[in-house]
């Protein structure tokens, strides 16, 4: 095991499904790799949490899938199992949780590999006192391969930054609590941009526009939208009340209610769909 280990726990090796599986493109100068997507599917899912007196159900007989270049939202009222679903979609649940079912990339087990997943949580710290350079370039050495060279790294993390439209703000210092710094927006944005420098093949959203206005938030998922079709990834994302236009984005719509799927298919027919069961 000699690759480094980055923030999920995912082991820095090459992709174990090889470079024949990836078409070489040249693009801006930098030769990227186009690889084959993640189709990832989940199959009567269930969740529980233990406690001295038994256990208590949070996710049951949860079904879904996500696909290459497209974007899964999960929605639903507070409590109701999305950043749980995440969780252990990421094969992150918290240690008093046991879950059950199945959860498969491409027909097979989830293998923590180099490139294969990246997850944001609610909660994602940064560093105030780093500016956003810094903060990018110092993930992109802890996340990327030892293999690759430094300047590789360097133009990797560049190019993250511009895709996420922080060419404007490198210099400046994440801030907070009473340190002037980024904007809520800009912040989330710098959260992605470390998730995105992976290139991974499945990134797993916990509502990356939560405490947003609605211009900062359709800019987040815009890009993230944008992204998604460049790179192949597939997307699965947590979204708490977006606006029509942000609704708009999304292929897929996967409805909790009290840890059950209450809906799971085209977003833009969720309402006829709705509407139809009430
Ligand atoms: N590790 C845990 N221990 C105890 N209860 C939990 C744990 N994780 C989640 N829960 C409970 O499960 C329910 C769903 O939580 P969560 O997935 O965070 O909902 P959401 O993200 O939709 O707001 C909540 O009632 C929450 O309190
Ligand atoms: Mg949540």
């Known amino acids: 095991m000699g690759g480094l280990t980055n923030n999920n726990g995912i082991n820095s ?3 174990e499904e090889g470079e024949g599986c990836m078409e070489m493109v040249e693009s ?19 969740v529980v949490v233990l406690s001295s007196d038994g256990f208590q159900s949070i996710l049951s007989g949860i079904n879904g899938y996500a696909k290459p270049g497209e974007i899964v939202a999960i929605m639903g009222p507070s ?6 679903l995440l969780d252990s979609l990421a094969g992150q649940l918290a240690s008093n949780t046991r879950n059950t079912g199945q959860i498969l990339i491409n027909g097979r087990k989830l293998r923590r590999t180099y490139g294969t997943m990246a997850y944001m949580t609610q909660e994602q710290a940064l560093t105030w006192t780093l500016t956003v350079k810094e903060t990018i370039y110092y993930s992109a050495e802890l996340q990327l391969p030892k293999w690759m ?10 190019r993250t930054i511009r895709e996420m439209g922080l060419q404007d703000t490198v210099n400046t210092r994440i801030g907070g609590w009473g340190v002037k710094g980024l904007s809520g927006g ?4 710098v959260s992605i941009c470390i998730q995105l420098l992976t290139h991974p093949k499945l990134l797993l959203l916990d509502e990356p526009t939560s405490g947003l206005d609605s211009a900062a938030s359709y800019y987040v998922m815009n890009q993230i939208v944008k992204l ?9 994302t947590a979204i708490h009340q ?3 236009r942000i609704f708009r984005l999304f292929n897929n719509l996967c409805l909790l209610s009290l840890g059950k799927t209450i809906y799971f298919g085209p977003a833009f027919a969720a309402n006829q769909v709705l509407l139809i069961l009430s």
């Open 186 to 189: 800009q912040k989330r944005r």
């Open 79 to 84: 409590g109701c199992g999305k950043s749980t």
């Open 228 to 236: 998604t079709r460049q790179y192949n990834m597939t997307v699965v």
């Open 28 to 46: 801006e100068s930098l030769v990227i790799r186009k690889r084959s997507g993640a189709y990832l599917t989940w199959e009567k899912l269930e």
């Open 242 to 244: 977006p606006s029509t």
């Open 149 to 158: 060279p430094k300047s590789e790294k360097r133009e990797r993390a560049d």
């Open 13 to 15: 090796q090459p992709d």
